[in-house]
């Protein structure tokens, strides 16, 4: 998997994954899988592009993250690839919600703080850190 991290006046553009059994809503920065034959960089590139439109610039590697979570009542394991990025379209950055060309996905900005403070959890595992 490969996400982008956008952020902006302390706030994190995430994903919105509502979990159907526990019925918490857990948030990761949109991205997707990584198809063969494509870099990490592209991924994200066409999941911003597919999903919302938006291209995005400047994308840079950040670091490599091993996620061990739970979601919709089974066990997930994943190596996620973190990129850090830019908009390219600057009117990004006042949108409160993004929803999906596909309508089933929607990224919203969310303060960083609301994460440190267990407000809100963010996956993958280890990404909090990174965000300093």
């Known amino acids: 998997v490969a996400v982008a991290?956008?952020?902006?006046?302390?706030?994190?553009?995430v994903a919105e994954l509502p979990d159907?059994?526990?019925?918490?809503?857990?948030?990761?920065?949109?991205?997707a899988e990584i198809a063969f034959g494509e870099r990490g960089h592209e991924t994200v590139q066409?999941?911003?592009r597919e999903d919302f439109g938006i291209g995005l610039g400047d994308v840079r590697p950040l670091a490599t993250l091993e996620s061990i979570h739970r979601f919709a009542g089974r066990d997930g394991h994943e190596?996620?690839?973190v990129y850090e990025a830019?908009?390219?379209d600057p009117r990004l950055w006042a949108q409160q919600r993004l929803l999906s060309r596909r309508g089933d996905q929607s990224a919203i900005w969310v303060p960083v703080e609301q994460?440190?403070?267990g407000e809100a959890?963010?996956?993958p595992d280890?990404?909090?850190p990174l965000l300093e």
């Open 5 to 13: 991290l956008l952020v902006d006046r302390g706030r994190l553009l």
């Open 20 to 31: 159907p059994v526990s019925g918490r809503t857990l948030y990761r920065p949109p991205g």
């Open 46 to 48: 066409r999941a911003f």
């Open 79 to 81: 190596l996620v690839l």
């Open 86 to 88: 830019t908009a390219g």
């Open 115 to 117: 994460f440190r403070r």
């Open 121 to 123: 959890v963010l996956l």
């Open 126 to 128: 280890g990404l909090l």
